[in-house]
């Protein structure tokens, strides 16, 4: 114990809360994942009912929330047959009466109820056959006792089937809550914030917060107890973030790229086709900062679709090359890949450079030939996808590596590519699309950031119009007018993991319908989708390229990355079935050329109020930034792109979608402390060094169970 972290009493078992013992410890751990006296009181309440209030029967509704009355028993009957059979009983006020249901432990119930005895019912309410019931409602007789322990804010807790029957529902939970406080009156949880920042932010105790979440007194002081330990949870991410970027600079040595030579240079005086917009020099730059400092990059690149981020990509690579490194970029698709690929192979042609493109359907003759090439140094360039991550694939000296839309790749993933040189290559990592800042800020929060917030000059802002099925003819007018123009056309169906099979059939009847609508020879369709292999794929694309199709007929395979100038118009059909930034990145698609672009959503008349505010936003405006943030404020964190790793947090009370000024206070609060004390030695900060060691031994005691 002496030189060990003092176990703290939230990680006594849960078994020995009053009223657990090992067969509901079991069942608690197994069904909620409760191991400890801190998962049960983290199990916090979703939401907190009045029961001092009672509500008349002739009040009430059926859509009511769980009300609570008060009265007596008129009658109690058993009533039908075998699976039929239950329990009525009949329960007035004064004002009507209802019937209170149970269709099991009928038995049970009815030698306990009695006629006339005033109860407290609580339940909801429902209607069958006209009239109003109550199935398995709570019911208690009124004591005083009873009364006085009623609260104006009683916790609700989640609970599953099995909790239920042996007595775990809400109720058992709360029972075991107020237990488990009681028990604790008697020591002291330690605290996990330091006392000047409590003051300074003026939060209560944890040991109070704690109590007053379960149990509060009132709803100023449930507010503070959810401030308190929703702060705590968000600081302790952001220390730990903060700590760990720390840790890397610190420790971790970065090759240095004190060149810049004959690639980089050739290449941005003879090859580049443009003019750079002066936000992709500006994170050129920081780019350099970082790869010259002695230290590891690792860098979050942000930018609208269509700003130019591949670009900024390719000039980092070629900065590596020139310092004798080599350099791969990892997208998420085989397309993305392929186009990339293309992309470089055009912008570098002329100078002298090998490279490569790696993925799951490389042939093995050229697999082996790439993999030897890499191993031995020739190919300086590798652009691919997962395949990348095998262990087979070996390099001969890896200096950076890029991964395009991070949101398809996990955290893990980032680190296996990080993994193949010994000392860890500089990282860039890009974005699809805009993510907001308080989940930038918690995701990547020990990244460092690069915005590019502006566009390459001569783009036209993309007109974007929502329009439902009466509009169909006038949109195939409006198609067919674009074609005459010249310009090409893509017309995406939503592809859902659930309903495959029924995206596919629409994805066929939409194709089948619009070769009626537009008759070949005048008119040529490419169709692209995932059930297609990929020579099939990479025809009809090409076919597409090649401007020998005029529309495109896809399923969201194209959504990310794919660049065709000349495209210029997008439909989308079904379009309420995306969500915002899904939305944004295939109108990305359209706009890159000098032409005037269109996005066209097509969506059901019929449409929930999200989904009009999604369409509406998307009408409204082109900027990917502020769609990220109606995005985060209509869906949550939790379905944001961008985010797959968002279960990882587990935050129980915070959220990111609502809290972001909290997670810009937790950050202001950890990012102070690292700044004076780095590796949290000095005496005062033992308390957090402590409290992120308990969190990590509770993760490792986690994955070792489960
Ligand atoms: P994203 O950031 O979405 O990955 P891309 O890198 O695919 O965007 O760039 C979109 C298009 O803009 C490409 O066709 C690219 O060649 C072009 N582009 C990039 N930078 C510039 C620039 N500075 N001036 C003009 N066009 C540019
Ligand atoms: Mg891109």
């Known amino acids: 114990m002496k030189d060990n972290v003092m176990a703290s009493v939230l990680d006594t078992p849960v078994e020995y809360v009053k009223g657990v013992g090992p067969a509901r410890a079991d069942l608690l751990k197994k069904e909620l994942g409760i191991y400890t ?78 006629t006339g005895v005033e109860y407290v019912v609580f339940g909801k309410a429902s209607v069958f056959n006209g009239r109003l019931n109550f199935a398995h409602p709570e019911i208690d007789p009124v004591t005083p ?6 609260s104006s804010f009683e916790g609700v807790y ?24 009681q028990q604790l009156n008697h020591t002291q949880i330690q605290e996990t914030l330091a006392p000047s920042l409590l003051k300074q932010y003026q939060l209560i105790s944890n040991t109070e917060a704690l109590k007053q979440i379960h149990f509060p007194d009132s709803q100023l002081m449930l507010e503070k107890a959810k401030l308190r330990l929703k702060f705590e949870e968000l600081f302790f991410i952001q220390l730990r973030l903060l700590r760990l970027k720390g840790f890397r600079l610190q420790h971790s040595k970065g090759f240095v790229f004190h060149k810049v030579g004959d690639y980089f240079n050739s290449f941005f005086h003879q090859h580049l086709p443009f003019q750079l917009t002066g936000a992709q020099k500006r994170v050129l730059k920081e780019i350099h900062q ?7 990059m690792n860098r979050l690149l942000q930018g609208d679709v269509g700003s130019g981020k591949t670009l900024v990509a390719l000039m980092s690579m070629l900065l590596a090359l020139d310092n004798g490194y080599q350099a791969c970029l990892m997208a998420p698709t085989e ?19 090998k490279s490569a493109v790696l993925t799951g359907s490389s042939k093995t003759k050229e697999r082996n030939h790439i993999l030897k090439g890499l191993s031995e140094g020739n190919i300086k360039i590798v652009i691919g996808t997962h395949a990348l991550l095998e262990d087979k694939v070996k390099f001969h000296n890896l200096g ?17 590519l990080q993994a193949k040189n010994t000392n860890p290559p500089h990282m860039l990592i890009m974005t699809a699309t805009p993510i907001p800042r308080t989940l930038a800020m918690t995701f990547y929060g020990d990244l460092d950031t690069s915005v590019i917030d502006e566009m390459p000059p001569g783009r036209k802002p993309i007109k974007t119009h929502h329009y439902t099925e009466s509009a169909r003819l006038k949109v195939i007018g409006f198609l067919k007018q674009q074609i005459a123009l010249g310009r090409q056309v893509y017309i995406v169906y939503p592809l859902i993991q659930e309903s495959e099979k029924m995206d596919y059939q629409n994805l066929q009847m939409g194709y089948d319908q619009l070769i009626l609508d537009f008759p070949a020879p005048t008119y040529q369709v490419s169709i692209v989708h995932g059930k297609l292999s990929n020579d099939q794929k990479e025809r009809e694309m090409q076919r597409f390229i090649k401007g020998e199709t005029q529309l495109m007929v896809a399923t969201t395979v194209i959504e990310v990355g794919v660049n065709i100038p000349n495209a210029s118009v997008m439909v989308i059909e079904s379009a309420e079935r995306f969500g915002l930034s899904q939305l944004h990145q295939l109108r990305g698609r359209v706009g890159r050329g000098a032409e005037q672009s269109y996005c066209i959503l097509m969506t059901g008349y019929k449409l929930g109020a999200e989904s009009r505010q999604r369409m509406q936003t998307m009408v409204n405006t082109n900027d990917g930034f502020e769609i990220s943030e109606v995005d985060l404020r209509l869906r949550g964190p939790g379905d944001i792109e961008g985010t797959a790793q968002s279960g990882m947090l587990n935050l129980k009370l915070a959220d990111l979608s609502k809290d972001g000024q909290l997670v810009q206070l937790a950050r202001q609060a950890a990012g102070e402390i690292i700044k004076s004390d780095e590796d949290l030695s000095r005496e005062e900060n033992n308390i ?15 994955s070792k169970i489960a």
Not at 336 to 350: N, Y
């Open 37 to 114: 006296f801190g998962d049960l009181l983290t199990h916090y309440p979703f939401r907190y009912v009045d029961r001092t209030r009672f509500y008349k029967i002739s009040e009430i509704t059926e859509d009511m929330p769980y009300v609570q009355l008060r009265g007596t028993i008129e009658h109690i009957e058993i009533a039908g047959q075998k699976k039929g059979k239950r329990l009525i009983a009949l329960f007035k006020d004064g004002s009507g009466t209802v019937e209170l249901v149970w269709f099991q432990g009928q038995q049970w119930m009815a030698e306990r109820l009695k």
């Open 145 to 150: 006792e009873f009364l006085q322990q009623q």
């Open 158 to 181: 989640s609970s599953t089937e099995k909790l239920k029957l042996r007595w775990l529902g809400s109720d058992g939970i709360r029972k075991l809550q107020r237990h488990l406080v």
């Open 290 to 296: 970082d790869l010259k400092s002695g230290k590891q």
């Open 335 to 353: 397309i993305l890949a392929r186009q990339h690929f293309a992309t470089f192979s055009e912008l570098l042609k002329g100078i002298d450079l």
């Open 400 to 416: 950076m590596a890029v991964i395009d839309e991070q949101h398809r790749f996990g955290v893990e993933q980032r680190a296996r």
């Open 688 to 702: 957090y060094k402590k409290e992120l060691h308990r969190q990590d031994k509770n993760r490792t005691n986690w």
